[in-house]
């Protein structure tokens, strides 16, 4: 019969153990077990991101060596799946060369390593203001375009297009370009207002960046623009970045015509919601194990332990 385990309260060490004994080789790996075990309605996905964010909290403050190996591990990722979704073909690992070595990947283009570039110093930009509490406003917003873009098209970047565009796929028609400054303002309005601050967060970013991709204010750069504003909201709630993955382009783009042509953004919400929660999984599973949390005592280990215990106690 399995140990008598604390429900409320553990170390490191217990879990460490126990995952060892139990040849579970990462607590990520556990986590995911632990979604699978208690699957729950899109609708009420919130309530499992809040029960993730509760203990990643309680990790708080997360120790330097940890926050710049998830620095660096989304630096590339987001960069690289950001752009792949825009039709960008470097791959990660190459992502990963131009960022951290400058050198040029033979057969890609120039814009291509330029993408890769701006968008990576957006994502500097994006963490630096997450860590301020000034109100955002269009400023920043174009400040994150100007990086994406400014090495690739300085002419555009940062400016309100002046032109009136559709989406090339669908012929969806986007407001057209003398109303966006009236358009833009009123978004900013919406962000800062009392109705929108008292959305969850997750729901909150996600609901703004359906909100700026319908505006499709730049002629160019409005998706990368847009998520990585999402993950400014999210990072500035204390949220890991959310990735929209490549291999959910599909599904993303399925989920913004919906939203488009219907007004029926709750499949985007999921998609969002989805990768929130998968990113508030992976960092738990760096910090459940890393070596500057030894000792400490958390209900996270606590409540993992006793998650084992039952998943035993079934299998007996």
Known sequence: MAANLRATAATQEELIGYLKQHRIWNAETLLWQWLTARPMPSNEILQTIQQLKTWLD???????VVVSELRQRYRVRF?????ALEGNTLTQSETELVLTTGITIGGKTLQEHLEAVGHADAIAYIEALAQQSTPLGEWEIRQIHSLILRKIDPEEAGRYRTLDVQAAGTGYVYPLHYLLSELM?????WLNSAEAQRLHPVRYAAEAHHRFVTLHPFRDGNGRTGRLWMNLLLLRAGYPIAIISNENRQRYIEALIQG????????LYTLIMDATQTALVEVLGVLATAGEIENKELPFYGEMLEFLQQQELLDS
């Open 79 to 83: 960069t690289y799946h950001s752009n």
């Open 185 to 189: 303002t009123e978004f900013v309005t």
């Open 260 to 267: 488009q042509q219907s007004d029926h953004w709750e499949p």
């Open 58 to 64: 309680a990790f708080r403050p997360l120790p330097p």
